[in-house]
């Protein structure tokens, strides 16, 4: 079951590219957090990053089915939220990395760990994280399982890793 839910969240990720070439700069103006701001805003830890190679990549999205992982440009088109933050892998231990929000809420959040920094997933090389982490397998996760909730001020949320950790399986990385 664990394969299902990864393999559909990474096609999903890989096919939410509609008619519309998305632009890999939409979202980061209204997600980069800068200093001295207040409001809402998440400070999302990545835990259990394989390496400190590539860019890593977090979006936020509506916590509802049909708009989780859904293309940018129909959000951002629609006027729903849709924030991205992309930067080469910080080397600290535990990279904790801010990404605005438009207001307090419910939103569901991804983690793409690029590791070529080509911008394009691939299973056996990336890996995948997402809010509230869920157990990942071969299908999307629901928006429910990923939802997370945000207040007015930072709200801290800690994001687990997801590689391929055998022929048919991903997960977090078991640490010697």
Known sequence: MKRVVFLGAALALLCAAGPIPSSPDL?????????????PAFLVELMGLKDRAGRVKIEVYPANDA???????????????FRRVEVAVPPEPVPRLCIRLPHPGTFAVTVLHDRNADRKLSLSHDGIGFSANPKLGWSKPKAATVSVGAGSGLTTLRIIMNYRTGLFS???????
Do not use: H
């Not at 979202?27 to 409001?39: D, I, L, M, T, V």
């Not at 708009?67 to 939220?81: E, R, S």
């Open 170 to 176: 991903f997960g977090p990385l078991k640490r010697s």
């Open 67 to 81: 708009d989780f992982l859904a293309d940018d440009n129909v959000l951002i088109m629609a006027g729903k939220t």
């Open 27 to 39: 979202g980061k103006a209204e997600g980069q957090c800068r200093p001295g701001e207040s409001g």
